[in-house]
Each structure stands twice: as C-alpha cells, then as structure tokens.
C-alpha cells in the first residue's frame, strides 16, 4: 500500500522533471544552435559526454575524477589562502597565524588545503596502484602512464614546497633537510642546494623561491600536464584494465537499450582508422550520465572526508623559526617518511648519495621506463609476475619503512635540561 | 571523426627559406625570453656574503667539560627584506685551545643538541652522534660538526660567518 504510493508520489516527480528539463531545453535551443554555430558544441558533447566507457569494474576508474576535483579544491582555496598568506622572512609564520586566529574561517579554508594535499597523494597512489595491477600502462597507453609519473613528482613536490612556505619550525627544517638532500645530489649538489636557497645559506630569497615555486611554477605544470593526461585517457579509451575484457558471467542482465548504442558506436570507432581506440570491452555504456555519476559521487565521499578532517583536525603553526632550539625534533612530512627511515639505513658519505638520492632517482626512473620494461600483451595479474612482485615488494618496503620512520623517536631535547 | 590529410608543399627554395625563417624567429624569441631568466633564476649562483664577525661569549664561560650553545646573529645581505641569520655556536675548551663549532647536523641539516646524561652531542633527526668536541662519534653523518672561523679579542670569543670543515684544524684557536 505504502510502496505503490511511494511509487507513484516517485512516477509523479519523475515526470515533473522530466516535462521542466524539456521545456528548459527548448528555451535554451536557440542559444545552443547560435553557440554550436561558432564552436563545435555538438561534436564536443559527442565526443566526451556520449563517450562509450567500460562497464565493468568502473568504480576503480573514478580516482581520476576525484584527484582532479581535488586539485581545483587545492587551486580555488590555495588562492584564497594568498589574499593573507605573506612570503616574508618575518612575517609569513604571523600571517599563517592570523589566516588560522583572525580571519573568518580561514582556519578552515587552510585545513581543507591540508587535508586536500594528504587525500591528493593518497589517492594518487591509489590511481597508480590501480593503473599498474590492471595492467593499463600497456601499449597504447604508455605515454599515458609517464604523463601520470610526472604528476606524481609534481604533486610530490607542490605538497612538499606547500609545508616549506608554512615557515614556522617544520616548514623551516622541511626547508633546511630538502636543501640538504639536494645539496648531497653528486656532482651538481651544490649547485641545486645554492640554486634553491638563492644563497649560500636559508635567507628570505629561499623563501620567496619555494613560494614561486609552490605556487605558480609547479601547479601550472600540473594542469597542464593532469589535462593532456587526462586527453590522453578519452583519446585512446577508458579500458586499459584486464577486467574490461572478461565474458559476461552467467545471469547478468542483458546489455539495456543505452548500453547496446554504447556498443555500436564503440565498434564504429575502433573501425575508423583515424580512431586511437584499439580494443572493445566486453561491456560498455555512455559516460554522461551513467560514469560520471559514479566519479561524482566518489569525489563528493572525498570531499566530504577532506572537509570533515579540516574541520575536526586544524592544522597546527608551530613555534617560530630557531635553528638554535634544543626542544624541537624536526620530523619528516608523512609522504616522506620512508625516505626518512632510508636517510637512517645509509649512512657515510659514500652511502649517502648513493642510498638517498640514488634510490629516489632509480625508482623515479623505474617507473617511468615500467611500460616499456614490461611489454608483454598480457594484461592479467597471473600474466606478469613478475612485474606485479616487484611492484609489491616495493609498496611493501615503502610501508614498512614509513611505519619504521614513523615509530621512531630521537626527540632527546626533552631528556635534556632547557638552557 | 577527424578525416586527416596530410597537405605536404611540394618542396621548393621559397618553401625552404620559409622554414627557416620560422625556426629562426621561435628561436630568436625563445632565446630572448629565455635567456634574461635564466640569468634572473642562476644569478643567486654567484652571490656570496662579507666576512661578518660576531661576539659569543667570554671565555668565563667556556666550560672545558660540556660544550656550551651559544645564539649568534649575523646580519642577513642579498636581501630587501631585513633579517638576521640566526646560527648556534657550541663552545667548550680542549686543552689551552678554545673550540667554537656549528650545531647543524652534517648530515641532513637538523639542529644537534648536548646530552649531559650521555655526554654527547645528538641529532633529534636520524641520530647522528658527536662528542663533546664536535667530533663524530657515530650515526648517519659523514663528518664532525664544522668549526666556525673564530678568534679571541681580548676577554671575549668571536666568530665569523664561514665554517671550516672538520680536518681543517686552522678553525682552533
């Protein structure tokens, strides 16, 4: 009783919509026909609204969406975070201060671009994860994958500058260690240590570098990069991953009336030999609405995760500046913690570089030789290995170190009397 | 879809020297963006700073057993900004010498502090270990904290703002 009630109260809102988006739509026609006159409005559309996306396993596939809502996050409240935010040598730490005490919210606005940077790198090892077991680095999409290593250093270094600027002790020593690091780079290290201090030692040129850096330098590469990348994925199609491949198990729903349109205009593409589209899924259906969905609706549950920490974990400024200090135990930002934990495990002036920067370097370049190391057409776990053995030992090692660094405790000013 | 066609010009002198003219003017323009940035950005390269020399302490207070962290301020330069470059001088006598040394961890830069329950210098960071004369005892580090370039003028100590690497032993006094 009460559910065909319900039911017809839900037929009945349906319809209204439906009649309101008709009519919306015919008032806006004429302004849609004077646009699609001058740009290619209806080809766009086609393209990338109506573009046929992989079925199966599409909820792995929305990391991309969210990682990218959450850079306009880090773009739209890093902006506001300038209109207070000060790259001076005095002043930067008080007016971080004054964003967290004095301005209305701003506590917030700077938590969201906290926490948004620690989901950022989160999720971004989460795509790559995903990216590298399902196999869709492979031919054609390799280019694809170094665009995506290339965010990830990006990213890396946005966040890492972003804890410099904050200026009070951490952002201070995060300075002094990644100067430090660079400067043990061979050969040209004492160049990239002087090049980054804008000096011989940490002066108000370091400052103002790292700030040019965190905020128009390495974002501006980041946009652009994420959007070609991005490019990249329509171009050649959303099903790099195995799973796409896989027959129908028994008793799933025949394909719907959206999903067979899906399937023919796929096989048209791939026939077209001006298409960069070379396989066809097992199963596919339109991205607008039906994907896009899907990745709004995850975007949202980490938006909703970042406001959450934002508002229930503010972001502390530490005490200011003081290379002298006795009580302070600088510690590493939580995406380097196993870099700090190697930092312990190569010691000397030989193991240094060699252990530090070296193996950075070696897995940087690793990565980005990955889909031309394994070029095997198997897409499957089980087809390679190897590849996937060694991906999990090091995701391992990584975890172990970090949980090693983390764990550790070397804060002996407290042990020692203060002066 | 895109219907590509490739519009290849029959190649002549006129298409040539149009070519050229192309890569000449992006060249000639990247060269003068480029170029004054690049100069902009690696300048930094060559500034260095004059020789300052600042008071620690006087040599009252120069313990022989524990090394004390004496605060120096060197007046900051290459900036319009004004500012110190605050640095931590540890202090303490070996022999009829006076050591004056630096507190940055020559490993990754932390600042070290002195134990007096262990009787040594240690590093909050990766645990770097000196002792009390500077030296390196143990850790990560690579070398003994640098000594300042220090002199004694009358009852008083005074550094300069350059190091001396640890081997170096022109850093006594």
């Known amino acids: ?419 | 879809m895109i219907q590509e066609e490739h519009h290849l010009p029959a190649r002549s002198r006129r298409r040539f020297l149009q070519d050229l003219a192309i890569g000449g003017i992006a060249g000639l323009v990247s060269i003068l963006i480029a170029g004054p940035l690049v100069g902009y950005f690696f300048e930094v390269l060559g500034r260095s700073s004059s020789l300052q020399w600042v008071r620690v302490c006087s040599l009252e207070q120069i313990d022989a057993l524990e090394p004390r962290l004496f605060r120096v301020a060197f007046a900051g330069e290459n900036s319009s900004v004004p500012f110190e470059i605050v640095q931590g001088v540890f202090v303490i006598r070996q022999g009829d010498q006076v050591l004056a040394f630096g507190n940055v961890c020559t490993h990754m830069g932390c600042s070290v502090r002195w134990l007096a329950w262990r009787q040594q210098i240690l590093c909050p960071c990766h645990g770097g270990i000196y002792d009390r004369w500077g030296n390196l005892a143990g850790g990560p580090p690579a070398e003994s904290l640098p000594f300042f370039l220090s002199r004694i003028e009358g009852n008083d100590l005074f550094v300069a703002n350059r190091i001396i690497r640890r081997g170096n032993i022109e850093g006594r006094v």
């Not at chain 1, 300038?82 to 002043?91: A, D, Q, T």
């Not at chain 1, 790292?210 to 994420?226: D, K, R």
């Not at chain 1, 370097?361 to 990565?367: D, R, S």
Request: aromatic letters at 16%.
């Open chain 1, 1 to 419: 009783m009460l559910g065909s009630v319900l039911g017809s109260l839900m037929d009945g809102m349906v319809r209204a919509a439906e009649s309101a988006i008709d009519s919306l739509s015919r008032a806006l026609q004429p302004t849609y026909d004077w646009l699609d006159q001058r740009i290619p409005i209806r080809r766009i559309e086609e393209r990338i609204l109506f573009d046929p996306v992989p079925e199966r396993g599409s909820w792995w596939y929305t990391f991309g969406a969210a990682i990218y809502t959450l850079l306009i996050v880090q773009l739209i409240t890093g902006i506001f975070l300038l209109m207070y935010y000060v790259p001076s040598w005095n002043e930067a730490r008080n007016s971080i201060l004054y964003i967290q005490q004095e301005v209305f919210l701003g506590w917030l606005v700077r938590g969201l671009h906290y926490w948004g940077q620690v989901a950022l790198v989160l999720l971004v090892g989460v795509h790559m994860l995903r990216t590298f077991f399902s196999g869709a680095y492979k031919s054609p999409r390799e280019l694809t994958w170094v665009l995506g290593v290339t965010l990830l250093i990006l990213m890396v270094a946005t966040a890492f500058t972003g804890g410099c600027i904050r200026w009070d002790q951490s952002g201070y020593f995060d300075t002094v260690v990644g100067t430090t690091i660079a400067g043990w780079t061979p050969i040209i290290g004492p160049f990239l240590a002087k090049l980054w201090r804008g000096g011989d030692t940490i002066t108000p040129l370091t400052l103002t570098r790292t700030f040019a850096f965190h905020v128009w330098i390495f974002p501006a590469l980041l946009f652009a990069i994420a959007t070609v990348h991005v490019a990249l994925v329509v171009i050649q199609g959303q099903f790099g991953s195995w799973v796409n491949y896989e027959p129908d198990p028994p008793g799933t729903r025949p394909p719907d009336e959206d999903e067979r349109a899906a399937m023919e205009k796929l096989k048209r593409e791939v026939l077209n030999p001006d298409s960069r589209k070379v396989n066809i899924p097992s199963r596919v259906t339109w991205f607008f609405p039906y994907h896009l969905f899907k990745e709004g609706v995850v975007s949202m549950v980490v938006f909703f995760g970042v406001f959450l920490a934002a508002f229930f974990f503010p972001v502390p400024v530490e005490e200011p500046v003081d290379p002298t200090t006795i009580t302070y135990a600088p510690a590493s930002m939580w995406f380097f913690l196993f870099e700090d934990q190697l930092f312990l495990l190569f010691p000397g002036a030989w193991m240094i570089p060699a252990g530090n920067v070296g193996v950075d370097t070696l897995m940087v370049i690793l990565l980005y030789l990955l889909p031309f190391i394994d070029r095997s057409p198997g897409l499957r776990p089980f087809q390679r290995p190897m590849a996937i053995a060694f991906m999990l030992i090091v995701v391992f090692s990584l975890l172990v170190l970090a949980m090693l660094a983390a764990s550790r405790v070397y804060n002996y000013g407290f042990i020692n009397s203060p002066r």
